[in-house]
T-cell receptor, first 110, second 115 residues
Framework: SQQGEEDPQALSIQEGENATMNCSYKTSINNLQWYRQNSGRGLVHLILIRSNEREKHSGRLRVTLDTSKKSSSLLITASRAADTASYFCAPLNSGYALNFGKGTSLLVTP | EAGVVQSPRYKIIEKKQPVAFWCNPISGHNTLYWYRQNLGQGPELLIRYENEEAVDDSQLPKDRFSAERLKGVDSTLKIQPAELGDSAVYLC?????????????FGPGTRLTVL
C-alpha cells in the first residue's frame, strides 16, 4: 500500500478554533483512513472514506476526499485540548496493511 | 471488551541481546499486524497474519527478526540480536473479518530501548 503525506507537519491552535489538516497520495485508492495517536489512548481509528465518497462526518470530524487531486482533508471543529495528538492518514489501494506518513502534530491550547 | 494487549510495555536491553514482544489480539480478530514506529515517524508495517499464516512479511528484516502466531491467536515478535537502530515502539494491531478488516485496533505498544 502507498504512503500518505500529511500537511502541515505541525499545527497549533486555541480551544474552540477549527483545525484542518491535509493528506496527499500518489496512486488510485480504494479507501482512505484517518487515525489519531496520543499518549493516553494510543493509535485510534477515526474515520474511513471510500473512493466513491466525497465527504463524511463523524461528530466534530469532517473528512473530504478529492480523488482527482489525490488529496483528503480532515477538519476538526471546535477543537478541545483533548484533541491534542498526532493525526495520520492511510490511503489504501489494495489489501489492508496501512502505510502511515509522518503525521500532523496538533496542539490545542486552552 | 478487552482491547489489544501487549507486553511488556517497556524494555531496555543491551545491543546483541535477544528480546521478545507478545501480543494478544481482540477476540475473534483473525488478522494481526506488527508495526514499528520510530520517533517522529508514523508506524511502518513489519508483518501481517491471517489466522496463523504470515501473508505479508516483506518489510520484516528476516536476518534478525522473527514472528510467530501459533494457533492463530497470540503472536510473538522476536529480535535476535538487537541493534541500536532497533530502538522504537513496536505496535500490534488486529482487525476483524470481512468489512471489519478496514478498521485496525492498536495495542499500547512496547517501547524498546537498545543501549
Amino acid at each position: 500500500s502507498q504512503q500518505g503525506e500529511e500537511d502541515p507537519q505541525a499545527l497549533s491552535i486555541q480551544e474552540g478554533e477549527n483545525a484542518t489538516m491535509n493528506c496527499s497520495y500518489k496512486t488510485s485508492i480504494n479507501n482512505l483512513q484517518w487515525y489519531r495517536q496520543n499518549s493516553g489512548r494510543g493509535l485510534v481509528h477515526l474515520i474511513l472514506i471510500r473512493s466513491n465518497e466525497r465527504e463524511k462526518h463523524s461528530g466534530r470530524l469532517r473528512v473530504t476526499l478529492d480523488t482527482s487531486k489525490k488529496s483528503s482533508s480532515l477538519l476538526i471543529t471546535a477543537s478541545r485540548a483533548a484533541d491534542t495528538a498526532s493525526y495520520f492518514c492511510a490511503p489504501l489501494n489494495s489489501g489492508y496493511a496501512l502505510n502511515f506518513g509522518k503525521g500532523t502534530s496538533l496542539l490545542v491550547t486552552p | 471488551e478487552a482491547g489489544v494487549v501487549q507486553s511488556p510495555r517497556y524494555k531496555i536491553i543491551e545491543k546483541k541481546q535477544p528480546v521478545a514482544f507478545w501480543c494478544n489480539p481482540i477476540s475473534g480478530h483473525n488478522t494481526l499486524y506488527w508495526y514499528r514506529q520510530n520517533l517522529g515517524q508514523g508506524p511502518e508495517l513489519l508483518i501481517r497474519y491471517e489466522n496463523e499464516e504470515a501473508v505479508d512479511d516483506s518489510q520484516l528484516p528476516k536476518d534478525r527478526f522473527s514472528a510467530e502466531r501459533l494457533k492463530g491467536v497470540d503472536s510473538t515478535l522476536k529480535i535476535q540480536p538487537a541493534e541500536l537502530g532497533d530502538s522504537a515502539v513496536y505496535l500490534c494491531a488486529s482487525s476483524g473479518p470481512g468489512q471489519g478488516k478496514n478498521e485496525q485496533f492498536f495495542g499500547p505498544g512496547t517501547r524498546l530501548t537498545v543501549l
